[in-house]
C-alpha cells in the first residue's frame, strides 16, 4: 500500500508559517498523493493562499479541482471516476444536520460502491460507513464551524481513503471548552485523550465521544493507516502503533483513513 505524502505537505506548510514561500518552487518536481493531505492543503489554503498551488502537483487531479470549486457547488455529493478510481466529495457548506440527511446518505452509497473489500471483511463496509457518520456528527457537534466541513473518498482496487475536516476551532478548544478537560495544554495530549471512549466537549458523564472508538473496532482486522491532525499536532496510527509530533498550525480538525483491500 502506498501511504500518503504527507511529509511533503508537512514540509511546505512549515516553511509557508515561517515565512519561507520560496519553498514551493523546491517541490515542483515531487507530487502529493492520497486524500488526506489533498484535504489537509484545502483547508491550509483558507490561511496560506500560496499552498493552493501544489494542487496541480497533486496525482487525482479530477479530486482536486473539485477540492478548489467546492465553494461554489450546490449542497451534493459531487463524484467522478476515471477507470481506475473512483471519488466522491461532500462539503457541509451552511447546511442544517437535517438538510445533510439526504447529501450524506448518498455520499454513503458512494462510499460502499468503492469499497471492494473481500468476503472475510464484508462486515467492515457498514462499520466504516457507520464510522464516517459519527465524524460528520462531530463536525456539527464540536468544531463550531460545520459550514467549513467537508467529507471525501478515494478508492482504487487495491486501496480505500476516506478523510472528514473542518476549519473550525480545533480539538483542544473543544475539550477546554468543559472545566474537566481545562488542564490540557496542547492539541497533541487533546487528541490522545479524544480518541478515547466517552472523552468529548460533553464531560465523561455525557455518554458521549465513542466515535474514534467505532472507527478504531472497524478496523481492528484491517491493514489501515490513520491520521489526526489538529492544531500543531499530527497523530498517526499504522497497525497498533500510534506515533504523535509538531506540526505546523492547522485550523480545525481532520481524520484521514486509508486502507489496503
Known sequence: MQLPNYRLLDQ????????????????????????????????????????????????TRQVADALLAGQAQPLRVICGS??????????????????????LHSFQLETQKA???????????????????????????????????????????????VSVGDAGIGILASLRSNPTFAFLQDAGTAMSLALKDGNSRY?????????????????NTLDAQLRFRSGDYALEITGRNPHISQKAHLQGFIVSLKLAL
Request: proline residues 4%; glycine residues 12%.
Open 12 to 59: 511546505v506548510s512549515l516553511a509557508l508559517e515561517r515565512g519561507n514561500k520560496s519553498v514551493l518552487t523546491k517541490v515542483q518536481n515531487n507530487r502529493i498523493h492520497g486524500l488526506g493531505p489533498l484535504i489537509e492543503t484545502s483547508i491550509l489554503c483558507r490561511v496560506h493562499p500560496a499552498i493552493g498551488s501544489l494542487f496541480p502537483l497533486c496525482e
Open 82 to 103: 476515471n477507470g481506475l478510481e473512483q471519488w466522491g466529495i461532500l462539503r457541509f457548506r451552511d447546511a442544517t444536520v437535517q438538510e445533510m440527511t439526504n447529501p
Open 115 to 161: 469499497l471492494h473489500f473481500r468476503k472475510k471483511v464484508s462486515n467492515g463496509k457498514a462499520r466504516i460507513c457507520g464510522a464516517i457518520r459519527e465524524m460528520v456528527d462531530n463536525i456539527y457537534d464540536h468544531s463550531g464551524a460545520p459550514n467549513t466541513g467537508v467529507v471525501a473518498f478515494l478508492g482504487s482496487s487495491d486501496s480505500f481513503e
Open 203 to 219: 464531560g465523561p458523564a455525557q455518554d458521549r465521544g465513542y466515535g474514534f472508538g467505532t472507527l478504531f473496532r472497524a478496523l
